[in-house]
């Protein structure tokens, strides 16, 4: 547990930095799905990144002030009954043993210790705004302190949002993090290869997805990281496609974007291949510009260059390649300027991925920015994770050639941005269209 309890006196000095005070940090309500079937659950990701718990009903609480800090865990009783019904529990005492807090209370102590701890403290942090019973009980905390005024005790003067402390914490990933999403892109690298190669005309989406899916199991994985996208033909051209139910038919491209989540960190790849495991002219043509772009936005991603820097290399690939196709007019830095590319590339060229898919952190530099300019896209650092994934979607227009009609092409990998560049942790699945159309042959 020890990076878990590292994170914790992190946040703890800046906490301290700050005045001192009380964090709360709550994981997820259950969910209901309908009737009495619940949603599976799925903890907080701050709550999560700073405990390793992940029974629901837990709170963590960490007391500062200028002689140190004190960790609390509140949790769901043992109950033998609960237990039969629902499974495990660790109990307020052996969680507090096991993942290493001062102290672990019942989370039903909760309304009637949360006054006493927030007595006569300067500032609470807290998760503002994520959850309407979670602000509500605060509400009544901060009364039930303000209440004891004629005694002498006084209320926190400041509530702050801790997510601001923690995004900047979570951006660069620890030894332990990268570890992790290591390993769940192993995994889903294993996925894609065996989707090219359960690849068949006249099967369906959703049988491919569920091989992706049935590997992610397989190796450990608990659940997709987001809703797998298993788009064929027309469908790749809409970029979250979700139904996964056509046919698939020879002559067309399969745009597959999944990826897994291991032990609370995700990974995302995207790999576009022929069903019939041959490219056609016009869709080779395509994917090799997807493909220098994305080798362009990779070698744009190292220390010192700024987030939107690989997109923008990209863009210029993608921009030329739409010209020399037909699909736009030049001049290159013409049609740049105009945003003319846009009608075939709408989306940024990646995203920060952690704990989240879409992961926690301002894609600008914190702090305020000079008078009348924007505030400057962040500088890249060791430890960042994005992912990298141009892509082209070309839907059927009287004014496009009709060889380029619903051609919908993306490519993605997770990169670590390392001292000397970045390392692509989903390097395993083929990407040139030599390789794919090897492996599907075999």
Not at 303 to 323: E, K, N, T
Request: aromatic fraction near 8%; charge should be negative; proline fraction near 5%.
């Amino acid at each position: 547990m020890q990076p878990y309890q590292s994170r914790r006196d992190t946040l703890a000095e800046l906490i301290r930095e700050r005045g001192g005070g009380v964090a709360v940090v709550h994981t997820a309500p259950e969910v209901l799905r309908n009737r009495d079937s619940h949603y599976p659950y799925r903890w907080d990701s701050y709550f999560y990144y700073l405990t390793g718990f992940t029974e629901p009903d837990a709170t963590l609480v960490i007391q500062v002030d200028g002689g140190g800090s004190q960790t609390t865990l509140f949790c769901r009783d043992k109950d033998e009954e609960r237990e039969i019904w629902d499974g495990y529990r660790f109990g307020p005492g052996l969680a507090r043993e096991r993942f290493g807090f001062d102290r672990g209370l019942s989370v039903k102590t909760l309304d009637s210790e949360l006054p006493r701890l927030l007595a006569d403290q300067r500032a609470v942090f807290t998760q503002i705004g994520s959850n309407a019973d979670h602000d509500a009980q605060l509400a009544r905390w901060l009364s039930a302190v303000r209440g004891q005024a004629r005694t002498g005790v006084s209320a926190p003067a400041q509530v702050w949002e801790i997510r601001s402390l923690l995004d900047e914490m979570r951006l660069i990933k620890d030894a332990h993090e990268i570890d992790v999403m290591r390993r769940a892109a192993k995994i889903s690298a294993a996925a894609h290869v065996r989707a090219m190669q359960a690849t068949r005309p006249g099967g369906f989406e959703f049988e491919i997805e569920a091989e992706i899916e049935h590997e992610f199991r397989r190796a450990g994985s608990k659940a997709p990281a987001y809703g797998s996208i298993v788009a064929s033909g027309r469908h790749a051209c809409v970029l979250h496609y979700r139904s996964n139910d056509a046919q698939l038919t020879e002559g067309d491209l399969l745009l597959i974007d999944a990826g897994c989540e291991l032990d609370g960190y995700a990974s995302d790849i995207t790999r576009t291949f022929p069903v019939s495991g041959r490219f056609t002219g016009a869709q080779r043509a395509l994917y090799d510009i997807v493909l220098e772009a994305q080798r362009a936005a990779i070698d744009a991603t190292r220390p010192g260059m700024r987030f939107i820097d690989p997109h923008d290399a990209a863009v210029r690939v993608l921009a030329r390649g739409m010209i020399d196709c037909g699909l736009i007019s030049g001049p290159l830095d013409a049609a740049i300027e105009s945003g003319a590319y846009r009608r075939f590339y709408m989306h940024r060229t990646g995203h920060w991925l952690g704990m989240d898919v879409h992961d926690c952190g301002d894609y600008r530099e914190p702090g305020a920015p000079a008078s009348g300019t924007e505030k400057p896209w962040r500088i890249l650092r060791p430890g960042m994770v994005l992912t990298e994934e141009p892509g082209l979607y070309v839907r059927a227009a009287d004014d496009i050639p009709r060889h380029f009609h619903d051609i919908g092409i993306r490519i993605e990998d997770d990169a670590l941005v390392t001292p000397t560049g970045c390392e692509i942790l989903t390097a395993d699945v083929p990407k040139t269209a030599d390789e794919i159309e090897a492996l599907m042959q075999r």
